[in-house]
């Protein structure tokens, strides 16, 4: 059987050292090999979408092959409903924002090195079934993404990488202690999710209470979950466009993609334990993220922190422990990464016309830019949650799940909702609407590529909007395995 999975993670990989082995001067060549593999991965993933079988519940497309034998440490990759929409969202975004990095003018040879190499770190993470495998993903993600904003950022450009690897390091080695007292108390030890998952019945309460927090505060950072949540804006204000875009559609997701995969199934008692202060911080991050965003006037840092608030929908739908609460938290996980990356693409268009994002220094750009106009507005009604666009789905099921449970903290979590209309009407009135700013008179409408990188994530907010079973039953059937698997919680 063709190694499709493997293909995925190591063509970018490849892609990275052939681009190394090219002189600097020969830029078109460089840019052509990352998007000839970037889109080569996208065509991949959708190979991998048409032939994917949603109503299993095992593992796909599994590659299993004895690493370090020593330690039971195997490479074993595999995709179930869990896994499959955000690989397709990986590669979707990493094909998008290779194209959107035509503004990079600097070092063409090193981004775009750097580039494919978090490519692979992404990838690789969403697929790992070992925890050792797991591991060197997502840790190799760190890298990159340091050098990505260090090197080709804004002005405080060094701090905000330096914040960012901080951040996650620190995160990272308390849930490297974590996987290391997991396997120790896994007879006989092993590294495999599906065999820990099966033994994990086995973990005493006070395991599963110190273990649970130490996987947790690693995912929480990068979820983010309050009160880990600062790096983010920084990071994202600091950031080129294309890797604000792959910050928030895909590194993000990981956060959320390891309380499924792995706190969810390995500390079952500690998650029921810690359900309520997991709802209480989901309903904070998802009004004060809101508030925040209220206040700001540069427009990436504004969006930054909707996407702290929307997040807060995903640990609360978690926290509901309950199908509906699990798939909408999935669901807003997958939403969120195609509409707040069309919104950085779009911050990014007006900045390099303005080279501000300073909201009040714009107006009546509505007539002057109709087609960023239209793409402005569909994604801030997506992202607000209008019924009828993507973004209402996700929110709407995890406010189900949720409500039964945690009726006042629900209640308390609509008032964020009510915000982020605030801010997103707020922000459309100061860039489109009233008279047109002397200084914006010269600005030219969005140009063919920047607008062939909003066509498919514009068309995905219409269709997921209109018919979300389009995202639901790929990872329905997973999550009800899932919750099943709980028995008696």
């Known amino acids: 059987m063709f190694p499709i999975l493997s293909s995925l993670v190591f063509l970018p990989l490849l892609g990275a050292v052939g681009v190394l082995l090219l002189s600097k001067e020969n830029k078109q060549l460089i840019r052509l090999i990352a998007l000839a593999v970037t889109g080569l991965v996208l065509g991949l993933s959708i190979v991998l979408l048409t032939k994917f079988d949603p109503l299993q519940t095992q593992m796909q497309f599994v590659e299993n092959v004895s690493w370090i034998p020593h330690f039971n440490i195997c490479y074993f990759v595999g995709?179930?409903?869990?896994?499959?929409?955000?690989?397709?969202?990986?590669?979707?975004?990493g094909f998008i924002a290779c194209i959107a990095s035509k503004g990079i003018n600097t070092n063409e040879k090193e981004y775009y090195s750097f580039y494919l190499l978090l490519m692979t770190g992404m990838m690789g993470t969403f697929i790992a079934l070992d925890l050792f495998l797991f591991y060197i993903f997502w840790e190799l993600v760190l890298i990159p993404m340091y050098f990505l904003i260090g090197l080709w950022g804004g002005p405080r450009r060094e701090y905000a990488a330096i914040k960012f690897f901080l951040y996650t390091l620190a995160?990272?080695?308390?849930m490297l202690i974590g996987i290391l007292a997991v396997y120790f108390n896994t007879f006989p030890h092993t590294f495999n999710i599906l065999e820990i998952q099966k033994a994990a019945t086995l973990f005493d309460f006070r395991f599963q209470i110190t273990f649970f927090l130490a996987f947790f505060l690693a995912f929480?950072?990068?979820?983010?979950?309050?009160?880990?949540?600062?790096?983010?804006?920084?990071?994202?204000?600091?950031?080129?466009?294309?890797?604000?875009?792959?910050?928030?559609g895909v590194l993000l997701k990981m956060g959320g993609y390891g309380l499924f995969r792995i706190c969810l199934p390995f500390f079952k008692e500690a998650v029921v334990y810690f359900a309520l202060p997991l709802a209480v911080l989901a309903v904070i991050n998802i009004v004060y993220g809101a508030s925040v965003a209220m206040a700001q006037t540069d427009f990436k840092k504004m969006v930054a922190y909707s996407s702290v608030s929307h997040m807060g929908f995903v640990l609360l739908g978690l926290a509901s422990l309950n199908p509906t609460g699990f798939n909408g938290a999935y669901m807003e996980m997958f939403n969120h990464g195609i509409i707040t990356s069309g919104l950085f693409l779009l911050v990014g268009v007006i900045y390099?016309?303005?080279?501000?994002?300073?909201?009040?220094?714009?107006?009546?750009l509505g007539v002057q830019m109709?087609?960023?106009?239209?793409?402005?507005?569909?994604?801030?009604?997506?992202?607000?949650?209008?019924?009828?666009?993507?973004?209402?789905?996700?929110e709407f099921l995890s406010l189900i799940g949720a409500f039964p449970v945690y009726k006042i903290l629900t209640a308390i979590s609509t008032i964020g909702l009510v915000i982020t209309v605030g801010f997103f009407l707020y922000s459309l009135q100061r860039v489109l609407l009233g008279g047109l700013?002397?200084?914006?008179?010269?600005?030219?409408?969005?140009?063919?590529?920047?607008?062939?990188?909003?066509?498919?994530?514009?068309?995905i907010t219409f269709i997921v909007g209109v018919y979300p079973t389009v995202v639901l039953r790929f990872q329905e059937a997973a999550i009800q395995g899932l919750f099943n698997s709980w028995g008696a919680h």
């Open 79 to 93: 995709v179930d409903g869990l896994s499959i929409g955000l690989v397709f969202l990986t590669a979707l975004l």
């Open 220 to 248: 929480a950072i990068k979820v983010p979950v309050f009160p880990f949540h600062t790096w983010l804006p920084d990071a994202h204000v600091e950031a080129p466009t294309p890797i604000s875009v792959l910050l928030a």
């Open 370 to 394: 109709p087609i960023y106009a239209f793409f402005l507005t569909m994604c801030s009604l997506a992202s607000l949650g209008l019924p009828g666009l993507s973004g209402f789905v996700g």
């Open 352 to 364: 390099d016309r303005a080279h501000t994002r300073d909201l009040n220094k714009f107006g009546g």
């Open 437 to 459: 700013n002397p200084t914006c008179s010269k600005y030219s409408d969005m140009n063919v590529r920047e607008i062939l990188t909003l066509v498919p994530l514009m068309a």
């Open 171 to 174: 995160g990272s080695v308390i």
